[in-house]
Nanobody, 114 residues
Framework: VQLQASGGGLVQPGGSLRLSCAAS????????MSWYRQAPGNQRDLVAS???????GYTGSVKGRFTISRDNAKNTVYLQMNSLKPDDTAVYYC?????????WGQGTLVTVSS
């Protein structure tokens, strides 16, 4: 499984971005997909997850602002990020768990700054 993340960039506080993570292979629809982020000097933290049935979970700081979704026909998971804050600045990574094996994408940088 290969994961390709995209959609990062520079945005002003209060703005929005949508991240995408395209996965290779036919096992995508059976994969639990997650977004993580890592700010400079910090550990990599879970942001949001979506299960195979579309069930979702979010870390507290992004609830009500971020939305994770998946399109199994396109083998893609999305992270819609609204009302962005400077504290959301980080490299965002997507992760897939397939048959108990974990795969990571390469990361995409999100910078929230005026």
């Amino acid at each position: 499984v290969q994961l390709q993340a995209s959609g990062g960039g520079l945005v002003q506080p209060g703005g929005s971005l949508r991240l995408s993570c395209a996965a290779s292979g036919s096992a995508f629809r059976w994969s639990v997909m997650s977004w993580y982020r890592q700010a400079p000097g910090n550990q990599r933290d879970l942001v949001a997850s979506i299960g195979t049935a579309g069930d979702t979970g979010y870390t507290g700081s992004v609830k009500g602002r971020f939305t994770i979704s998946r399109d199994n026909a396109k083998n893609t998971v999305y992270l819609q990020m609204n009302s962005l804050k400077p504290d959301d600045t980080a490299v965002y990574y997507c992760k897939a768990i397939v048959d108990g094996v974990t795969y990571w994408g390469q990361g995409t940088l999100v910078t929230v700054s005026s």
